[in-house]
Each structure stands twice: as structure tokens, then as C-alpha cells.
């Protein structure tokens, strides 16, 4: 069973940047499209950034031209490069498969406040 574990996430001023680290358990996590998740409070979790076995990326329209989203296969990681915060971008950070969600991890807290 895969498992994942986030981290990275803090306090950042708005305009600051945050750099997201996923690492996973598990033999085949290279074939594998990943994903990194953000859940506000009172909203659902929803899908920011996307990057399949090849390295093709897509990104919600909210962070685009703003995170970057990239994998380490020989590391099982995936990271998250987050620039220019602002404070809507406040959430719990969490990675996951594109498809075939796994159980979620713990997240990481993510606050963008002056």
C-alpha cells in the first residue's frame, strides 16, 4: 500500500512563495499520474495541479502561471513550487494519484496572511 507523506507548507505573506514536498511509498509510483489537492476551510478539496507518468502537467486555473508542479521518480516525490501566494491560496496541501485515489495523508498547512 502506497503512503504518502506532505510537507513544506507554513506562514507566508501574500506575494511569498512556499515549495510543497510529497513523498511516497511504494515500487510503482513512477507510472503512476499524481496530483497535488488544496481543502479550504468550509470548502471541498479540490485539484490544483496534475503531472502525468511522462512529465505533462495541468494546473487549475486559479494557480496557472503561479505554482509548478514536478516529480523526482527516482526519489518517489512530488513537489509543488508555489510563487506569488495570495490569500485565497490558504489551505491544507495534500498529493495524491490523479486516479485511484489513495487513502489521504495528513496534509500540509498552508497560510497566506499579512
Known amino acids: 500500500q502506497v503512503q504518502l507523506v506532505e510537507s513544506g507548507g507554513g506562514l507566508v505573506q501574500p506575494g511569498g512563495s512556499l515549495r510543497l514536498s510529497c513523498a511516497a511509498s511504494?515500487?510503482?509510483?513512477?507510472?503512476?499520474?499524481m496530483g497535488w489537492y488544496r481543502q479550504a476551510p468550509g470548502k471541498e478539496r479540490e485539484l490544483v495541479a496534475g503531472i502525468d507518468a511522462g512529465g505533462s502537467t495541468n494546473y487549475a486555473d486559479s494557480v496557472k502561471g503561479r505554482f509548478t508542479i514536478s516529480r523526482d521518480n527516482a526519489k518517489n516525490t512530488v513537489s509543488l513550487q508555489m510563487d506569488s501566494l495570495k490569500p485565497d491560496d490558504t489551505a491544507v496541501y495534500y498529493c495524491?494519484?490523479?486516479?485511484?485515489?489513495?487513502?489521504w495523508g495528513q496534509g500540509t498547512q498552508v497560510t497566506v496572511s499579512s
Open positions: 495524491n494519484r490523479l486516479f485511484l485515489i489513495l487513502p
Open positions: 511504494g515500487s510503482r509510483f513512477s507510472i503512476n499520474a
